[in-house]
């Protein structure tokens, strides 16, 4: 894995505008709102011959808010696993009490550091007077930077990989399967991970909306390795009041687009809402391969036809996609919490599956044996042959005589061949017509 580079530091210093920058997105939250980025924010990025992992933290402030409590802890934990650590502070207020506290905690790490003065909007030759205080802080030469004008920051990331060994010509990067956790608010997207991980790693509360920010969490388990991240729970759109908000549920999407398989986290105790068969069809119309988990089952009563209730309700509304499979758990307890990685890795196996053209036709030829299509207005569909032309997913292209003889029904019914000769379960499946010269 990359070299961890932490961005650390008081609450609206510009640590995610600066974070933002040196990425070149806007991954990261921004808001004059305390407290914003309440989870860790992950990004790979690259300077010069070096390659590493960004991450923006919440502010590091103790107080007496529970939340800003947890984003304490956030940051701590970044800050143990970081290779260098970027402590940002406001150059136009000068050291305050926040920043000793905070310098005093990072001096104790024995970590690499990068002192990065913020809001240095006019900078000219030599030190700007007003960060010679900064030196009182024990933690070296500040680095005057405009993280909203993008002023100095090749010094300041000259300044970080100096810290950092370059990348070796030749290395092989290491492949992750990248599993997106989407689903409505408080369904226990952070508490999967947080068992799965055998740490509280994301922010587990029961305030809804508490997980604002898209994160990457790393995990191996045996010689596979994965990429977990943890969306904001994604609100109808009338409650999408807060700009904060807003950017959440766009970065959601924007998980669901990156990841290879999604995982949609639906409550037992809630069942599947209108609101959870929009978020599992934005993985299904962007082709993604799909698990549907159903969690806090320990949670409700049940007797012997429960489970079957609760699947024929998943069926009825989400009809679109038959091929997810659905998993009952309990975050809680731990409950089947463990065969949520085979259904990944049969879901992933089977979004990355080829079928050779040869074998392709012969089960198409068969198809068209046992149901040959039906005649319309005195013509009928031909198929000529077909052939995989991508995977993720798995994606055929049909030619044929005329493609507006191809009804959507007999496509189906050629899919749901496709399926019962090479499986392709969690996966969807997409058809091109093309017409045959």
């Known amino acids: 894995?990359?070299?961890?580079?932490?961005?650390?530091?008081?609450?609206?210093?510009?640590?995610s505008t600066l974070f933002n920058k040196i990425v070149g997105q806007r991954l990261s939250i921004e808001d004059d709102t305390p407290g914003v980025t309440r989870d860790r924010i992950y990004a790979e990025t690259w300077w010069r011959n070096y390659e590493f992992t960004l991450v923006d933290t919440g502010g590091l402030d103790r107080g007496d808010d529970i939340i800003l409590k947890h984003i304490y802890n956030q940051a701590q934990l970044a800050i143990d696993l970081a290779s260098v650590i970027v402590f940002v502070v406001d150059g136009k207020a000068g050291v305050v009490e926040g920043d000793e506290d905070v310098a005093k905690l990072l001096r104790k790490s024995q970590k690499p550091i990068v002192l990065v003065a913020n809001k240095i909007d006019n900078q000219q030759m030599g030190m700007p007077p007003e960060l010679y205080d900064f030196y009182s802080l024990g933690l070296g030469d500040p680095v005057p930077v405009s993280a909203s004008q993008s002023l100095g920051m090749g010094d300041?990331?000259?300044?970080?990989?100096?810290?950092?060994?370059?990348?070796?010509?030749?290395?092989?990067?290491?492949?992750?399967?990248k599993v997106a956790i989407v689903g409505k608010?408080?369904?226990?997207?952070s508490s999967i991970i947080n068992k799965i991980l055998g740490e509280e790693r994301l922010i587990v509360s029961e305030i809804p909306g508490t997980t604002r920010d898209a994160i990457d969490t790393y995990y191996q388990k045996g010689e596979q390795k994965y990429i977990f991240i943890d969306t904001a729970g994604i609100r109808r759109k009338s409650k999408v009041k807060e700009n904060i908000e807003r950017y959440s549920v766009i970065r959601s999407i924007a998980a669901v687009e990156r990841c290879d398989v999604c995982i949609l986290v639906i409550s037992a105790e809630d069942g599947i809402t209108d609101q959870d068969t929009k978020i599992i069809g934005l993985a299904h119309e962007r082709g993604k391969a799909s698990i549907i988990v159903v969690n806090k089952?320990?949670?409700i009563e049940k007797d012997n036809s429960t489970m079957g209730k609760f699947l024929k309700d998943i069926e009825h509304e989400l009809a679109y996609m038959p091929y997810a499979p659905k998993v009952f758990i309990s975050a809680?307890?731990?409950q089947r919490l463990n065969t949520i990685f085979d259904h990944i890795n049969v879901t992933y196996q089977n979004a990355n599956?080829?079928?050779?053209?040869?074998?392709?036709?012969?089960?198409?030829?068969?198809?068209?044996?046992?149901?040959p299509p039906h005649i319309d207005k005195g013509r009928v569909?031909?198929?000529y042959y077909t052939t995989q032309v991508k995977v993720k997913p798995p994606t055929f292209v049909?030619?044929?005589?005329?493609?507006n003889l191809l009804h959507f029904s007999y496509k189906r019914y050629i899919e749901n061949q496709f399926r019962q000769a090479f499986g392709f379960k969690g996966t969807p499946i997409h058809f091109l017509v093309r017409a045959k010269a």
Do not use: C
């Open 1 to 15: 894995m990359k070299h961890l580079v932490a961005v650390v530091g008081r609450p609206n210093v510009g640590k």
């Open 156 to 177: 300041m990331l000259d300044a970080i990989v100096e810290h950092l060994p370059p990348k070796i010509e030749g290395e092989q990067e290491e492949e992750y399967i």
């Open 185 to 189: 608010p408080n369904v226990g997207k």
């Open 297 to 299: 089952w320990d949670a």
């Open 332 to 334: 809680l307890t731990g």
């Open 353 to 371: 599956h080829r079928v050779a053209t040869g074998i392709l036709n012969d089960v198409l030829i068969e198809a068209l044996a046992a149901s």
């Open 381 to 383: 569909l031909k198929i």
């Open 398 to 403: 049909l030619f044929v005589n005329d493609i």
